[in-house]
C-alpha cells in the first residue's frame, strides 16, 4: 500500500496520505507528494486537488526515525514548493493536527479547510529549531506579525476556531471534511483564487516592537536560542523579499538542527516518548480505573483529586470529619476556579468538575472503587491507619496507592492483605499541574498494578518515571545533594545570592535558595527530624539554623533571604549573615558558569549512583525527573545529559 495515494471524485483529485500512527513526513511521503504533483499537473482532466490524510490525524510532524540524520531528498521545502507552484489549485482538509512539516505543508495549498476540533501550529522550538520549509516566512504573511511571533516563538499550536480568527485557515467544517473539500474544489473554476503566499507582500513591524518581543523571549526563554532565532527569521520575512527570507531561515533551520539545544531536546523528545509505555511492560493488560478516592483534602490530596476529575474520573474524597472535608472541596473549587480565571476551563465545566467530587468522611464509601490515592500527612503510623482501613473496605483487586515522598513504601504497606494492588505513586505539587509521576513498586506490587499505574499516568498526562525504593526515590534523593552542593558552596566563601544568579543564569526559574525560601525550608527540616528522632545520624544543615531561628522561608517573612511584606523579591539578609557567621565582605569572587557545573555535576554524581544501585532504570529516566520535577532546563536535555555531553 503506497503511502500516498491518488483517487478521484469527478475532475477533482484527492491525494491520500497514509502512514500510521501520525502521517509522518517521511521520505516516502515526501517523494509520494512529488510525484502527485507531477502526475496532476500533467492531467488535463483535473481542475483541484485536495490533500487529506488517513487515520487520526492530518501530517502532524516530521519522521522522528529520521531525527539526527543526514537529510534525504526530496526536501521538505522543495514539496511544498511544489505544491505551492503546482498548475492545479490544492486544497488541505484538516484533522487531527497538522503541526510543523504538516502545517508548512497546509501553507503551501490556496485553502485550508479544517474541523472544528483540529489544531495548526509550528512546535518547532520546542525541538530547538525553527521552522525550516517556510514556516515563518509563510505564516507572517497569511496572518500577521502578532500572531506570527506568537505562533513561531512559542510553538503553542491553536484550535481550529482560533486559527480561523488568525487567518490561518478558510473554514472550519462541521460536517463531512473531504466532502466539504471537494465541494470547494469543484466550485474553484468560479472563483478568484487568491495569490500564493510568497506573492503577497509581508507585513511590516517598527523598530520597537521588536525590540520589545525580543525582551519579552528573552525572559521567557531563559537561555534558549531557538525562540529567539525564531523571532531573527519572522523579522527577516518582513524586511526581505521572499526567496531570501526563505533562505535565511533554512540555514537558521540547518545550523540549529546541527548544535547542541536541539541535540538535548531530541534527547528528552524520545525520553518522553518511551516513558508511558516501559517495554518492561509490553503486553500487561492494566486493570479498569473508571472510578477513584482520595484520601487527604489538603494541598496534595486536592491537586490529586484535581487532576482525577481532568481526566473525567469521579472521585470521593475521604477527610476526617465534616470540616475537613468542607475545607478540601473548597480547595478543589479554589483549583478549578482559578482555572476559570485563567481561560483553561468555563464556568460550566469547573462546575461539573466540582458535581463529580463526593465528600465524605465514611471509608465505607469506598467499597467498590476501582483506585485509591492516599494523600495524607507524611507520617507512618497515620498512612498505616489508613491502609489498615482501606484493606477492610476495598475490593480485594482495587488498587491502594500511597502518595508519599520519602517514607517507605514497604513499611506503609506492612500488612495489607493482597500486597499486590499496593503501589506508591509520588505526585509533584501542584499535583494537577507539574507533570512528573514517580512510581514507586515495592517487591509485592503485581505486574498488572503496576501496569496500571503506568495507564494511569497516561490518563492524567503526567510522564511516568518508576523509581526503586530508596530516601527520597529519585528525584528529592538528587536534590538533597543538590541542596548540599549549595550548602557547601556557602561554607566556602560563595554568596547564596552569586549560587542563585548561577543557576537563573544556567537556565532554573530559580535558584536552590529562593527556591527554598518559596516551599518553605520547615519541609526537609521536619523530614530530617524524623529521621533524627529515628535514631538516624542525620547531620546538621544550614537550612536547620535557619528553622530553628524561625526563619522558614517566605511565609515567615524570611528564611534565606529577607522579605518585604508584600513583596515576593529576595532581600540580602544581615541576620542569615549573623546566623550563618558570614562574611559578606570576603565573599569568594563569583563565577557563575563554575558554580553551576559544580551544583549540575553533583546532581549527575548522585543520578549515577541511583544508576548503579538500580533505582532509576535508565539515565533518562533521570533526566525527565529532574525536567518535570524540579525545573531543569529542558533545554539542556537534564543532568545526565550534560554529564555525558561533557565527555
Known sequence: ??????????????????????????????????????????DPAVVAVVLQCAGRTFVAGADVSEFGKPPQEPHLPDVVSAIENTARPWIAAIHGSALGGGF?????????????DASVGLPEVTLGIVPGAGGTVRTIRLAGVEAAVDLVTTGKPVRAGRALELGLIDEVVDADLLEAAVALAKDLPNRTLPEPL?????????????????????????????????????????ESDFVTAMTFERATFLELRAGPQASALRHVFFAERAAPKPAALSGVPALPLRTAAVIGGGTMGAGIA?????????????????AAVARGIANLSDIFAGAVKRGRLTDAAAEARIAGVAGSTDYAALADVDLVIEAVFEDLAVKRDVFAKLGRICRTDAILATNTSYLDPREIAEGLANPARFIGLHFFSP???????????????????LASAFALARMLGKIPVRSGICEGFIGNRILKRYRAEAEALVRQGHAIASIDAAMRHYGFAMGPFEAQDLGGLDIAFLQREGARAAGRNVPETLGDTLVRAGRKGQKSGGGWYDYNVGDRRPLPSDEVARLLCLDPATAVEADLGSIADRLVG???????????????????????????????PRWRGGPMFQAASDH
Open 1 to 42: 500500500m503506497p503511502v500516498v495515494s491518488i483517487a478521484r471524485e469527478g475532475n477533482v483529485a484527492v491525494v491520500t496520505i497514509d502512514n500510521p500512527p501520525v502521517n509522518a513526513l517521511s521520505q516516502a511521503v515526501r517523494q509520494g507528494l512529488l510525484d502527485a504533483v507531477t502526475a496532476l499537473d500533467a
Open 104 to 116: 508548512e505543508l497546509a501553507l503551501a495549498c490556496r485553502f485550508r479547510l479544517a474541523l472544528a
Open 198 to 238: 510568497p506573492q503577497r507582500p509581508a507585513p511590516v513591524a517598527d523598530d520597537a516592537f521588536w525590540t520589545d518581543a525580543e525582551a519579552r523571549i528573552t525572559k521567557r526563554a531563559r537561555g534558549e536560542i531557538a525562540p529567539l532565532r525564531a523571532l531573527a527569521c519572522l523579522r527577516r520575512a518582513t
Open 306 to 322: 484535581a487532576a482525577l476529575r481532568d481526566a473525567g474520573l469521579p472521585v470521593i474524597l475521604i477527610e476526617r470529619d465534616e
Open 431 to 449: 499535583a494537577n499541574v507539574m507533570k512528573l509521576l514517580e512510581i514507586v513498586p515495592t517487591p509485592e506490587t503485581g505486574d498488572a498494578t
Open 602 to 632: 553533583a546532581m549527575a554524581d548522585e543520578g549515577a549512583t541511583i544508576l548503579s544501585e538500580g533505582i532509576a532504570e535508565k539515565s533518562s529516566d533521570i533526566d525527565l525527573v529532574e525536567i518535570h520535577g524540579y525545573g531543569f
